[in-house]
């Protein structure tokens, strides 16, 4: 009989959201009288900006002509969306990509789970905890570790974010003392307190935070920035939620560091940003002068293989879909999704001061839809309180990782009727 890929078996048995969807939908089957409020998966419910939808439309329509309609289009996005990217989102705030370096997809999520397939097998992972479980999963699955031992993988470096660092990871240290791995198939899970004997060498970072809703300064980027010049690693930096950053001064791109170019692919996307987590349209950054050896110590340039993957088992996104998204840079676009941004960052805030009323301590909200709540208990029995009682949503810290054990996260993707509603149950169910 055919064999599995046994590394799923190493995984848990579903992925977060969708245990959390199953509990949900069980507890919805059994109350169908009580209306449930979804502060859970970061998923937005305001419409698309019009300039969007008037692109989409329009779009749509050339379809209907035989001298407008449009087949297949280039697997890597048309040159008008990847050229306005590389203007607005990066030459504009000083980050030299150009817009050949721009590869439109149809999400953040499969990028950055595919992403790793073009790394080697036995690749060095550096993991934030707690994280967006794509990244752990998808390693997994590829068999870069070993098993889960109390919710840890073993092989990853776990990059702990807590209230002691102000939940953003320095680099490793690299300790010449802790011996190396003796089986690939078993290599001790690492941590601060274990640190690695050899550096990492693929590293994941996502700033604002998902899920803690944390930035990150010049300082800290230009320190991984550095440790990966150092060590010869790639950072894969995570920035779906840089449209949230108002803080003065926070970086909102990797490639506002010097010599980032030559370490790192970042992935953003339009789904925060504009709200099209149901038109699906993201893109990832790979600069041709990111270079990785292969075991003869040869150099290849990722964007070869990355231009390569994707030609490959990538059709592109629809026209329609990049004409949306095109529409984003324009001058109604802009002012039309930083409204839009403002408005959730503005349920951030109304959560934000509700926790903190009710005694509990939190991070996130003010440049990230995300609010990362200290509950002082069980993650689990905190999110089982507040759907029971409370009928809302959130999301079990410990979901992300075991630093996230005790917290939860509240997503401010929601109408400002649902947020206040939610808060005003949740306050009587902590009562
Ligand atoms: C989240 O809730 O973490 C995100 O919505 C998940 C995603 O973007 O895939």
Redesign the pocket.
Known sequence: MIRINENYTKLKASYL?ADIAKRVNAYVAAHPQLPIIRLG???VTEPLPPVCLAALHAATDEMAHRATFKGYGPEQGYAFLREAVAQHDFKAHGAPIEADEIFISDGS?CDVANIQEIFAADTRLAIPDPV?PVYVDTNVMAGRTGANQDGRYAGITYLESTAANGYVPAPPAVSPSNPPAVSPSNPPAVSPSNPPAVAAELIYLCFPN??TGAVATRAQLAAWVAYAKQHHAVILFDA?YESYIRTPGIPRSIYEIEGARDVAIEFRSY?KLAGFTGLRCAYTVVPKSLKARDADGNEHAIHALWNRRHTTKFNGVSYPVQKAAAAVYTAEGQAQTRALTDFYLGNAKLIREAVQQLGMSCIGGDNAPYIWVNTGRDSWEFFDLLLHKAQVVCTPGAGFGRCGEGHVRI?AFNSRENVTTALTRIAAALR
């Open positions: 959201f998966i970061g998923d999520k967006y998902n899920p779906a789904s997503s």
